[in-house]
């Protein structure tokens, strides 16, 4: 009775840790922002996104880049064409901004990383329309 007990709590915790390593992995994505336009907001792809997406992620997301080079990127995630943003705008809000409700800093994984602020205006030109 007592080892039938033992062996039924070491099977209970060995299930425990097998589902534990995907649960401590930071998500991808993160909620929208919720990012609201300002009727003063002056960004545009020329003065901020294109910037913004050569600083800090086309280095992996370009359609210039195949293989290893893009160092894990997914393919059609590439940011070197205000084309290839648009096209998945919502999940660069949900990986890279920040908004009334929510940061999201699960991209780039590794630095150089924005600021905050950053993140913020990014969500703006974002909720903008990405002029
Ligand atoms: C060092 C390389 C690198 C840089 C720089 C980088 N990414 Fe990524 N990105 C990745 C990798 C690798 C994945 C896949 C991660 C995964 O599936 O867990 C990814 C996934 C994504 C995804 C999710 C794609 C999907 O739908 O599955 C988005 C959106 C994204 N990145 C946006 C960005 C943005 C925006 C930037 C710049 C602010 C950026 N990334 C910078 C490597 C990079």
Same mark, same amino acid.
């Given at each position: 009775?007592?080892?039938?007990?033992?062996?039924?709590? /070491?099977?209970?915790?060995?299930?425990?840790?097998?589902?534990?390593?995907? &649960?401590?992995?930071?998500? /991808?994505?993160?909620? #929208?922002?919720?990012?609201?336009?300002?009727?003063?907001?002056? /960004?545009?792809?020329?003065?901020?996104?294109? #910037?913004?997406?050569?600083?800090?992620?086309?280095? &992996?997301?370009?359609?210039?880049?195949? !293989?290893?080079?893009?160092?894990?990127? #997914?393919?059609?995630?590439?940011?070197?064409?205000?084309?290839?943003?648009?096209?998945?705008?919502?999940?660069?809000?949900?990986?890279?901004?920040? !908004?009334?409700?929510?940061?999201?800093?699960?991209? *780039?994984?590794?630095?150089?990383?924005?600021?905050?602020?950053?993140?913020? /205006?990014?969500?703006?030109?974002?909720? &903008?329309?990405? *002029?």
């Amino acid at each position: 009775m007592r080892r039938l007990g033992l062996a039924a709590t /070491l099977a209970a915790s060995l299930l425990a840790s097998a589902a534990a390593p995907g &649960c401590s992995d930071p998500p /991808l994505f993160g909620p #929208p922002t919720e990012s609201v336009c300002p009727t003063t907001s002056t /960004l545009t792809y020329d003065n901020f996104g294109k #910037p913004f997406v050569e600083t800090y992620c086309t280095d &992996c997301h370009s359609s210039q880049l195949t !293989g290893a080079a893009r160092m894990g990127a #997914p393919s059609f995630h590439d940011f070197d064409t205000l084309f290839g943003i648009k096209a998945v705008s919502d999940h660069i809000d949900e990986t890279a901004a920040s !908004g009334p409700a929510s940061t999201n800093s699960s991209m *780039p994984p590794r630095s150089p990383r924005p600021s905050i602020e950053d993140r913020r /205006l990014l969500g703006e030109w974002i909720a &903008c329309g990405m *002029p």
